[in-house]
């Protein structure tokens, strides 16, 4: 299928050529060592030079005041690390065979098998928590169809092949958007599942609370389950000390109610993951966005 041609753009065509160049040098590296090395560019290079080192320490200090700076840093490197080997590992063509030798676990695994059988819609949620393609990989190995409706990426051309690459290792994507809204809803009429992050800002969200501190707050997960009486189900996969292979699971499903109530279930599982080991998640994106106060007229 012919693609449209991208604008040019001086910047971003630039910025992805370094990235596809980057991940093809990697390539030629053992998995391992792919992934290693990928784990010291992001922690020692990407991330400093991003400012996604210094955000992850402001993020760091807002949600855990009380900790030290080397506690902080701690966290942020593992955050980093994850990020890195996150990336590296959705352009490996290792990634799905070393998944393959994963299995499925958690309350969520039977009602999910299910549901898939009987033609019910699922909708699979979970944060920016490790890979989370890690999970969607293995559930597409298990016979699941899961579509992931994702924003696009402001870089045209990055977001072009990461498409295409995701779509390899885990699945289907659906941008969001008019069209995208009408495949999402044509995917769920018809039984099949999808994937939606709920961690992130939303300008027109609903007020919320995230580790004990204000955010907009996206429902849709609760709202698609309950529009199409689809099962709420989150996901997680943590990463191991080893640094490649993962701990999947399914937790039971959300009870259908007030979205409200549904999406405080689903954030606050959420919560208790990061409570555990903070390191599995992305400090490093945007979750409390602060409203930019406007210049008063002179």
């Given at each position: 299928m012919k693609?449209?041609?991208i604008p040019f753009d001086a910047g971003h065509w630039a910025e992805n050529a370094a990235l596809v160049t980057a991940i093809s040098v990697l390539r030629l590296l053992p998995y391992r060592a792919r992934l290693n090395a990928m784990s010291w560019i992001a922690r020692r290079i990407l991330g400093p030079l991003a400012g996604y080192s210094s955000r992850a320490m402001e993020n760091l200090a807002r949600i855990y005041p009380d900790l030290p700076a080397s506690?902080?840093?701690?966290?942020?490197?593992?955050?980093?690390d994850s990020f890195g080997r996150s990336v590296i590992e959705n352009y490996s063509p290792e990634f799905r065979?070393?998944?393959?030798?994963?299995?499925?676990?958690g309350d969520g695994v039977a009602p999910a098998l299910e549901a898939l059988e009987n033609g019910q819609a699922i909708i699979f949620s979970s944060g920016h928590y490790s890979n989370h393609e890690a999970t969607r990989t293995a559930l597409d190995q298990a016979g699941?169809?899961?579509?992931?409706?994702?924003?696009?990426?402001?870089n045209a051309y990055v977001d072009r092949h990461y498409r295409e690459t995701l779509a390899k290792v885990s699945g289907p994507l659906i941008p969001q958007g008019k069209a995208g809204?009408?495949?999402?809803?044509?995917?769920?009429?018809k039984g099949g599942q999808v994937f939606l992050l709920h961690d992130v800002h939303l300008d027109k969200g609903h007020d919320f609370t995230f580790l004990g501190h204000p955010v907009k707050q996206t429902f849709s997960p609760a709202e698609l389950a309950l529009r199409y009486n689809a099962l709420l189900v989150p996901y997680f996969g943590t990463r191991k000390p080893d640094g490649i292979s993962f701990k999947l699971e399914l937790e039971a499903p959300i009870p259908h109610g007030a979205p409200e109530d549904m999406?405080?279930?689903?954030?606050?599982?959420?919560?208790?993951?990061?409570?555990q080991d903070p390191t599995q998640w992305h400090w490093i994106h945007r979750r409390w966005k602060q409203k930019r106060k406007k210049k008063k007229k002179a």
């Open positions: 693609q449209d041609p506690e902080h840093r701690r966290i942020t490197d593992g955050a980093l065979d070393t998944i393959a030798r994963h299995t499925l676990e699941f169809d899961v579509a992931a409706f994702f924003r696009p990426m402001k809204n009408v495949a999402l809803a044509r995917h769920l009429k999406m405080r279930d689903l954030v606050g599982r959420l919560e208790r993951r990061i409570e």
